[in-house]
């Protein structure tokens, strides 16, 4: 900052002319009394001093001084935005721990959120390469001021399966960067920054953001086939690389099958961020060889295991155990129309024993409440993608009433019911079709509640189509109930599960 | 000085302080209309004013009759109810006397304080006008100032005047008053008695700047000497709502010489104004419990309106 006219500043000194002119105003001014009693209730003047500003002094010397600074010219002395040679390298960690779903979002969504907000605040000049790292670190896009090709980059960027050795990352964001001018390195990832190993070097700013609440995570990290190829491809052997990610040990079971067939149950207990090779002993035979810890599944998964119990356990009748395989078989949610027969047979102890297991039998669905969550979405869709060897469906949005005709189909038949040209929640077709039901029951004529289907968002064709699902169909302004169509014998043939195998073979 | 408080005092000149001279003609036309009340009040001396509950031998209006006794003047038998009832029957007739009226100045300086208000201006001028009212009814008056200096208590007394057109003998007297020193209502009114022992009328005029015992003392002894008291209290119109005073002030009391040094804000205006009120009200208060008239007069009232409404609505005059 410099002034064009310092001898301007000269004029500060009326500074002091109103100092003198405030202290000749409150200059004390003799008065004689007629009688100092009446004055007994006035105070006396506290000892201050006889200069007392004000508010209105104050204002004055701000008002004085700001046109003091005036005379005077100031200026200030910025220098132009030289063009930097900085350079920052996004590294981002698309490990399989980074599709850890916290607070109805992914990590890695996280991640992407905050890189967006750091390459905003980056100046325009700075270079930027993104790099992602899994078992090996790859280069997205390299150095570059093209911001919007850097965003593209960063939406298109997705988390994989597999272990993640970020070091590799950092020293690939080094060896790219030398000689560039200052370095700094930003690395998104869920795991601490002791558990990665690197240490910022000279001229050199290291940054780790880090998502997730904790570290509590154990991964099944790598599932390698070696075969020597003058061996017999039975004598091939398998490794499953087990790691776990938090400080505290961990016990889990590793369940591989090859072919569907089990080959090893192994439990194993894990001291705090210690990895594990565990060998599989001999495969024997060729097939598809899968591998799953059975931590996750145990935890976000609790009903369906539950379920599977039940269904194999001899204390109950047949037809709980019926329902129960069938669901968990079909990953805790079936149409009514498919358990009709079995729920026609139920007893009112088998009802309290489902209710128990968290069944809803509803008019329209049976389904367990929990696993309609988004984290309990995810794990489902995950075993049925492995059973029937497919990718993992795209999920929908978490938290979504009704879901557009365009998503992916296996998605949302994990937690949704086609109705017409959407998909709605099943626990909402399931509260429209009980609010339906209860109207019937009571005599009433008006089975669609309205505020519900209004809120939703539903249309005229989607409440035809719940309703006739339900058992009724419109006549002019009312309802009709027609009773609910009983299951077309054709459609056994359409399912998949265990008794529908079962009665093929008997046909 | 302030220009406001320049054209506040130059107003005050012109407007207030009873602009009407006590010895103007023109006062006199409306001052004829009124006479003082007396009450219990009168001297013992044959007079015009009709003392009722009070009865002479001779006199215009009979009051009464008495049995006739060795001695009595033998003109007021009344022979007709001699006749009729055959019993000797004397006439009484309503006493006339007249009402010495003693009218006390306080000559202190806190009178002449603040110059703007002239409180002394107004009291003398008060003074003259009920010593014309009395000399109209033909009683006598009296003016007495009083002060306290260093040699003593002050006690300036005026010619006892019978007569209407001995009125003016008063200007001199007036001429020669200067409010100083410091108030001595009771010393001089004891003073005073002790040379003048006529009952009557007494009128107190002052502002009262005193500790409550000094006037409380000082209406005791004209009731010990059974005078009718009526006060007067002198306020001024700067005095009471500090017009024009304001800031860092050093104040110097007119009559101890004391100083303070103040900060006049808003609050300690109000707390001002609240202790002048509370004051007037306690002067009010004791007045009333001891039998003594109480008026409170502005000294920017008009001595016409002070006469013609002040006064008689405190019970101290009325028209003829």
């Known amino acids: 900052m410099g002034l064009l006219a310092p001898y301007g500043l000269a004029s500060l000194a009326f500074l002091g002319v109103l100092v003198v002119l405030h202290l000749r105003r409150r200059q004390q001014r003799e008065l004689e009394v007629s009688s100092?009693?009446?004055?007994?209730?006035?105070?006396?003047?506290?000892?201050?001093?006889?200069?007392?500003?004000?508010?209105?002094?104050?204002?004055?010397?701000?008002?004085?001084?700001?046109?003091?600074?005036?005379?005077?010219?100031?200026?200030?002395?910025?220098?132009?935005a030289a063009v930097t040679n900085g350079r920052t390298v996004l590294v981002f960690d698309v490990s399989a721990s980074m599709q850890a779903f916290e607070g109805g979002e992914r990590r890695f969504d996280q991640a992407r959120r905050k890189a967006g907000e750091v390459l905003a605040s980056l100046d325009r000049n700075v270079e930027v390469m993104m790099i992602a790292v899994a078992a090996h670190p790859r280069v997205v896009v390299s150095f570059t001021r093209d911001r919007s090709a850097l965003a593209r980059a960063l939406e298109a960027l997705e988390p994989n399966d597999g272990p993640t050795r970020l070091s590799l990352g950092v020293e690939l964001a080094r060896s790219t960067a030398t000689g560039g001018g200052s370095l700094e390195i930003d690395v998104f990832t869920d795991l601490p920054s002791e558990a990665i190993g690197v240490s910022p070097s000279a001229g050199e700013r290291l940054r780790y953001f880090r998502f997730g609440r904790s570290d509590d995570n154990v991964a099944l990290a790598a599932l390698r086939v070696y075969q020597n190829p003058f061996q017999d491809p039975q004598e091939a052997r398998g490794y499953a690389l087990v790691k776990n990610y938090a400080r505290e040990p961990k016990d889990l079971t590793l369940h591989v099958t090859l072919a569907s067939r089990p080959v090893l149950d192994d439990t194993l207990h894990l001291g705090g961020r210690e990895s594990r090779v565990v060998a599989i002993p001999k495969l024997g035979d060729s097939g598809r060889l899968e591998a799953w810890l059975d931590v996750q599944v145990s935890r976000q998964l609790r009903p369906l295991e539950a379920l599977a119990a039940a269904a194999a356990d001899p204390a109950n009748s047949a037809g709980v155990r019926a329902i129960a395989a069938m669901l968990a078989d079909a990953g805790g949610l079936l149409p009514r129309r498919a358990v009709l027969g079995a729920i026609s047979q139920l007893e009112q102890a088998d009802r309290q024993a489902l209710h128990k297991l968290r069944l809803r039998l509803g008019p329209l669905d049976v389904y367990v409440d929990s696993l309609l969550k988004p984290a309990a979405q995810y794990w489902r869709a995950a075993l049925l993608s492995v059973r029937s060897g497919q990718g993992m469906p795209a999920l929908p949005k978490p938290g979504a009433a009704t879901l557009a005709a365009d998503v992916d189909p296996r998605g949302a038949a994990l937690a949704y019911r086609r109705v017409g040209r959407t998909w709605l929640r099943i626990d909402l077709a399931d509260r429209l079709a009980s609010h339906a039901r209860k109207?019937?029951?009571?005599?009433?004529?008006?089975?669609?509640?309205?505020?519900?289907?209004?809120?939703?968002?539903?249309?005229?064709?989607?409440?035809?189509?719940?309703?006739?699902?339900?058992?009724?169909?419109?006549?002019?302004?009312?309802?009709?109930?027609?009773?609910?169509?009983?299951?077309?014998?054709?459609?056994?043939?359409?399912?998949?599960?265990?008794?529908?195998?079962?009665?093929?073979?008997?046909? | 000085?302030?220009?406001?408080?320049?054209?506040?005092?130059?107003?005050?000149?012109?407007?207030?302080?009873?602009?009407?001279?006590?010895?103007?003609?023109?006062?006199?036309?409306?001052?004829?209309?009124?006479?003082?009340?007396?009450?219990?009040?009168?001297?013992?001396?044959?007079?015009?004013?009709?003392?009722?509950?009070?009865?002479?031998?001779?006199?215009?209006?009979?009051?009464?009759?008495?049995?006739?006794?060795?001695?009595?003047?033998?003109?007021?038998?009344?022979?007709?109810?001699?006749?009729?009832?055959?019993?000797?029957?004397?006439?009484?007739?309503?006493?006339?006397?007249?009402?010495?009226?003693?009218?006390?100045?306080?000559?202190?300086?806190?009178m002449a304080v603040p110059t703007a208000d002239h409180k002394f201006t107004f009291a003398m001028r008060l003074a003259a006008a009920l010593a014309y009212v009395a000399l109209n009814s033909n009683d006598p008056v009296r003016i007495a100032a009083t002060r306290l200096e260093t040699g003593g208590v002050q006690l300036a007394e005026s010619p006892l005047l019978r007569h209407r057109g001995r009125y003016l003998r008063l200007k001199g007297f007036f001429e020669g008053l200067k409010p100083s020193g410091a108030t001595a209502l009771s010393e001089g009114i004891a003073r005073y008695l002790e040379r003048h022992h006529e009952r009557g009328l007494a009128f107190v005029i002052s502002d009262f700047l005193v500790p409550p015992d000094i006037y409380e003392s000082a209406f005791a002894r004209l009731r010990s000497k059974r005078l009718v008291a009526h006060a007067v209290h002198v306020i001024g119109k700067v005095e009471h709502g500090l017009d024009g005073i304001s800031g860092r002030l050093r104040i110097r009391d007119s009559e101890s010489g004391v100083v303070r040094e103040v900060s006049l804000s808003t609050a300690d205006r109000r707390r001002y104004s609240a202790a002048f009120a509370q004051r007037a009200e306690a002067i009010r208060a004791l007045c009333h419990r001891s039998g003594v008239g109480y008026a409170r007069v502005m000294s920017d009232d008009g001595i016409d309106r002070c006469m013609t409404q002040v006064l008689p609505a405190a019970g101290m005059m009325r028209l003829r």
């Open chain 2, 1 to 110: 000085m302030p220009a406001v408080a320049r054209l506040t005092r130059l107003f005050a000149r012109r407007a207030g302080a009873g602009d009407e001279d006590p010895f103007d003609p023109a006062l006199f036309s409306r001052l004829d209309r009124m006479r003082l009340r007396f009450d219990n009040a009168h001297g013992a001396r044959a007079g015009e004013t009709p003392v009722r509950r009070l009865t002479q031998e001779s006199g215009i209006e009979v009051e009464s009759f008495k049995s006739y006794a060795p001695g009595d003047d033998i003109r007021y038998v009344d022979w007709n109810a001699v006749g009729r009832l055959d019993q000797l029957l004397t006439r009484r007739f309503v006493a006339e006397r007249e009402i010495p009226i003693h009218i006390f100045l306080d000559a202190s300086a806190s």
């Open chain 1, 36 to 80: 100092l009693l009446l004055w007994q209730a006035v105070r006396d003047e506290p000892r201050r001093g006889r200069f007392r500003p004000s508010l209105l002094f104050a204002l004055q010397v701000a008002l004085l001084g700001a046109l003091g600074l005036a005379v005077a010219r100031p200026y200030w002395e910025e220098r132009a």
């Open chain 1, 439 to 507: 109207v019937r029951s009571a005599g009433g004529d008006s089975p669609v509640d309205v505020a519900l289907a209004t809120s939703i968002g539903l249309d005229e064709a989607a409440i035809d189509q719940l309703m006739g699902d339900v058992g009724f169909t419109r006549a002019g302004d009312a309802w009709r109930w027609r009773g609910r169509r009983p299951p077309r014998d054709d459609r056994r043939g359409a399912a998949s599960h265990a008794f529908a195998e079962l009665a093929k073979l008997k046909r």
